[in-house]
């Protein structure tokens, strides 16, 4: 039977002793919905692989035992020990006190269906290139995978990564101008145990990827425009800020990769870019260039496609 706190609805208890909750929450039910009750009453914003106080608290909860997704529902009802008490509460205090986002709580995030650790050195994976990267691309590629492919402002390395474990012929290059995500980057390449595949390469956009050329160019860049920089919620700002400004229009990276993205791809490649709500700052900069604009089935927008031929045909714009 699920506990109830002696307390009022409206009021948060995360001021009572951890022995006081300890000792009246005791199964995954109960803490699933205490934690989202307390998340719903903090107010506290979802951006970061979830999207309510209640699939949080899921993702918290399993996460803090290293629980799947998918457990059988039986579990609910399975009482915790004292110590997976603990956790659970230790976690949703801090991510209510810190509002740092779960995922570098837990050191963990999910992007395309596996794995990647996280941590304040990289953004957290939520790109919707996630989908294109089920699909293997197939639209731009219909008849056989790209033999090479460069993620470029690679953070964590979860594009290029999830790419090389869903098409496992390729070779894939993880670009970024931070060591310190490329460090992630490296441990996420030691932990999908594809490093026979996939390099990381410090580069400053293409600067150290000189004379190499690729069928697929895939980039997460940072697109974020002066103006939402500085509206952004308190769990944005625990993200590299390297990651997500790029100047008052948020295009000062996406100019420089139109620029030179020719130079590093095959006759036939594609260049495929996430500028998020940055895209009406590339509509209205770039007016002449049928940039194709992709959809997604779960939501997301601002990605778009562009060919070898078309950024040929439109080099001029881009200078």
């Not at 035992?65 to 956790?87: K, M, S, T, Y």
């Not at 993205?261 to 770039?286: C, K, M, P, Q, Y």
Request: glycine share 6%.
């Amino acid at each position: 039977m699920t506990t109830h706190l002696n307390v009022e609805h409206s009021h948060s208890t995360l001021s009572l002793s951890e022995s006081s909750l300890v000792s009246q929450l005791f199964t995954l039910r109960d803490y699933l919905r205490w934690v989202s009750s307390e998340f719903y009453l903090a107010g506290l914003h979802y951006g970061h692989g979830t999207d309510s106080a209640w699939d949080e608290a899921v993702a918290l909860c399993l996460g803090a035992l290293h629980l799947p997704w998918n457990i059988d529902p039986g579990v609910l009802e399975a009482r915790l020990l004292p110590v997976e008490r603990q956790r659970i509460i230790a976690l949703a205090r801090e991510r209510v006190t810190t509002r740092r986002p779960l995922p570098y709580l837990l050191g963990e995030s999910f992007f395309a269906g596996h794995p990647f650790s996280v941590d304040e050195r990289v953004l957290i994976p939520r790109s919707p290139i996630a989908e294109l990267i089920e699909d293997g691309f197939a639209a731009w590629f219909p008849e056989e995978p790209p033999a090479s492919v460069l993620d470029l402002c690679t953070g964590s390395g979860c594009i290029g990564i999830a790419t090389a474990l869903y098409l496992p012929t390729c070779e894939v290059a993880l670009a970024d101008i931070s060591q310190d995500a490329l460090a992630v980057a490296r441990q996420n390449i030691t932990r999908h145990d594809v490093g026979d595949r996939v390099r990381a390469v410090e580069s400053d956009v293409f600067s150290g990827l000189e004379g190499r050329r690729f069928d697929l160019i895939v980039s997460n860049p940072p697109y974020v425009d002066a103006r939402d920089l500085a509206t952004m919620p308190a769990e944005f700002r625990h993200e590299p800020s390297l990651a997500l400004g790029a100047g008052n229009d948020g295009l000062d990276i996406v100019r420089h990769i139109l620029r030179e993205a020719r130079d590093h791809l095959t006759e036939e490649g594609w260049l495929i870019v996430e500028v998020g709500n940055s895209d009406r700052h590339v509509e209205a900069t770039f007016p002449d260039v049928p940039f194709l604009w992709l959809e997604f089935e779960r939501g997301g927008q601002g990605v778009f496609a562009l060919s070898a031929a078309e950024l040929d045909a439109h080099a001029a714009s881009f200078v």
